[in-house]
T-cell receptor
Framework: SAVISQKPSRDICQRGTSLTIQCQVD?????MFWYRQQPGQSLTLIAT?????????ESGFVIDKFPISRPNLTFSTLTVSNMSPEDSSIYLC?????????????FGPGTRLTVL | GQQLNQSPQSMFIQEGEDVSMNCTSS?????WLWYKQDPGEGPVLLIA?????ELTSNGRLTAQFGITRKDSFLNISASIPSDVGIYFCAGQPPSGTYKYIFGTGTRLKVLA
């Protein structure tokens, strides 16, 4: 499976500011995703990061709030804009394996965000 | 939208006991994945299931893809303290995308 790293691992931010989270994969992958995990909750898909084009957002998530970039097949960023305490969550990068046709997804270690 | 219900929500067991948890939905899925998440970490993939009725093992873990395609089960045999964590199921709907829907999670605590 691919090795996925995220930066930062955690951060504490002030209300109204923005934070950009980076996701780096050690091999080229076909698909990358961003998830949010609110405290004590399950995982919710924010968007699919598309290489070279705009991300595909899920219902309830918009580009102005969560702009995403994916300049190549190994790297993506998620920005949480104009943050409020409700944005305090773990943000997870996920990739689909490029090996064969298997639909397995692997996760990075996550970025724990606290907004004051 | 589609939802996945996991049960039990949490469980306390004695070390050495077997554990069973399941994931159910009103909709069918093409693929089931089972993950374990430790505190402060991302989910780690345990088992992947691709066919209805499939039974797959990974060490002490065994998972099954339900015949109806609407459920899946995970069993852990002879639990040990490091089995502590949150277990999530994830189902891929037959919608032609690679997106997964995650279950609500089962929090497992093992008493030594």
């Amino acid at each position: 499976s691919a090795v996925i790293s995220q930066k930062p691992s955690r951060d504490i931010c002030q209300r109204g500011t923005s934070l950009t989270i980076q996701c780096q994969v050690d091999s080229q992958v076909t698909m990358m995703f961003w998830y949010r995990q609110q405290p004590g909750q399950s995982l919710t898909l924010i968007a699919t990061a598309n290489q070279g084009s705009e991300a595909t957002y899920e219902s309830g998530f918009v580009i102005d709030k969560f702009p995403i970039s994916r300049p190549n097949l190994t790297f993506s960023t998620l920005t949480v804009s104009n943050m409020s305490p409700e944005d305090s969550s773990i943000y997870l990068c996920s990739v689909k394996s490029s090996e064969g046709s298997y639909n397995e997804q692997f996760f990075g270690p996550g970025t724990r965000l606290t907004v004051l | 939208g589609q939802q996945l219900n996991q049960s039990p929500q949490s469980m306390f067991i004695q070390e050495g006991e077997d554990v069973s948890m399941n994931c159910t939905s009103s909709s069918i899925f093409n693929t089931w994945l089972w993950y374990k998440q430790d505190p402060g970490e991302g989910p780690v993939l345990l088992i992947a299931l691709y066919k209805a009725g499939e039974l797959t093992s990974n060490g002490r873990l065994t998972a099954q893809f339900g015949i109806t395609r609407k459920d899946s089960f995970l069993n852990i045999s002879a639990s040990i303290p490091s089995d502590v964590g949150i277990y999530f199921c994830a189902g891929q709907p037959p919608s032609g995308t690679y997106k997964y829907i995650f279950g609500t999670g089962t929090r497992l605590k093992v008493l030594a």
